[in-house]
């Protein structure tokens, strides 16, 4: 009998092992959080982290996982020690990284852990991760698509379709959103629709103030582009810069646009960890979006959440650009392009940057 509990025992330790992997490979992190005790700990003083709580495993994995292009990790069963309801063991790991800011490489490692039996079962107390080699040289190869999503169940190997770009988030996801905003700086309000919307911009907005709108289909459609550019209400910058003459007057329209007092726009994408990502094709609207402007407003429909960074550049690619393509070869002749790319993690003057999150669809 104690044979037999001990064959189950290490079975089942070796399947939480392989369970670890599967969560990270998947990047389901809820999954991969309840693989510890509630106290438990996962350190990696190489990266450096040191995650301590469920809740912190599950934050910590998210902002390191928001960071790659594309991960790969094998691991290769190693020693387990068995003690009663505890145990210590250790596995050996081959890994492929690479993140979005360029850092790449392959490393091996090993992974020291201790285990404890619960009413769960076997659930990791602590797992410390040891780089035993690194090679950061660039990579040969690369992966078919950017790496994709929450991956909350198993099934979730491949990429959303494209189609799932135009598909509302429900309430529970904006609220998420809206609450990872206000932790990094924003100000986030959640609204019905674009009427709400362009009610609440011109609440935000004082009278005779310099306003710069981006070139976006959210503020189009919903009449703030209009109400704005051509209600007489503001000093609307835009309407200034087209009637510069573009071959002698660059200069004029670079100082206009890169410092109004408000700019407002939309984002091709908002992820449910607080990021927002804009998407330019010649540059020239990012600067005030980035901090140039003293205030920013973005009105973003329900449809443009997604998981993480790398789901938000998929949609940049995939949704967002073939169809301003399709309106900029209408409108100018030419196709459009994603030459620029802005990323907001956090707003450093807090108030300075509010968010509508709209429960409708708008834009794309």
Request: proline share 6%; aromatic share 6%; charged share 25%.
């Amino acid at each position: 009998m104690n044979d037999f509990r001990a064959v189950a025992d290490r079975v089942e330790i070796e399947a939480l092992r392989g369970e670890f992997t599967d969560a990270a490979m998947m990047r389901d992190r809820p999954r991969l959080a309840s693989l510890f005790t509630p106290d438990g700990a996962l350190r990696m003083p190489d990266v450096p982290a040191e995650l301590v709580g469920r809740e912190e495993i599950l934050a910590g994995s998210e902002r390191l996982q928001n960071r790659w292009d594309f991960f790969v990790q094998t691991t290769h069963p190693g020693t387990i020690l068995l003690d009663g309801d505890t145990a210590t063991g250790r596995a050996y790991v081959q890994e492929l990284a690479r993140t979005l800011d360029g850092y790449q490489g392959l490393n091996y490692a090993v992974y020291h852990d201790r285990y404890r039996r619960t009413a769960e079962g076997w659930r990791f107390a602590e797992r410390v991760y040891e780089i035993r080699y690194l090679d950061t040289s660039p990579l040969a190869g690369s992966a078919p698509h950017p790496a994709q999503g929450s991956g909350t169940t198993p099934a979730d190997v491949t990429a959303a379709p494209a189609a799932a770009f135009t598909d509302p988030a429900p309430a529970e996801r904006l609220e998420r959103v809206a609450a990872a905003l206000r932790a990094g700086g924003f100000a986030a309000e959640i609204l019905d629709d674009a009427a709400a919307a362009r009610a609440r911009v011109r609440e935000l907005i004082p009278e005779g103030a310099g306003v710069l709108t981006g070139a976006s289909e959210t503020l189009r459609l919903s009449g703030i582009d209009e109400d704005i550019n051509a209600g007489g209400r503001y000093d609307a910058i835009r309407p200034r810069v087209l009637a510069v003459d573009r071959a002698t007057g660059a200069d004029e329209i670079r100082r206009l646009v890169a410092a109004p007092e408000f700019v407002v726009n939309s984002v091709a994408a908002v992820t449910e960890t607080g990021s927002l990502v804009l998407a330019s094709g010649s540059g020239s609207q990012l600067p005030a979006n980035a901090g140039g402007a003293a205030h920013a407003i973005w009105i973003v429909g329900a449809q443009k959440v997604v998981p993480d960074l790398a789901t938000a550049l998929r949609r940049v690619e995939e949704h967002a650009l073939p169809l301003e393509s399709a309106r900029a070869q209408a409108v100018y002749g030419v196709p459009g392009a994603v030459n620029r790319l802005l990323v907001l993690n956090a707003e450093p003057r807090p108030g300075r940057g509010t968010v509508l999150l709209l429960r409708e669809a708008i834009g794309y």
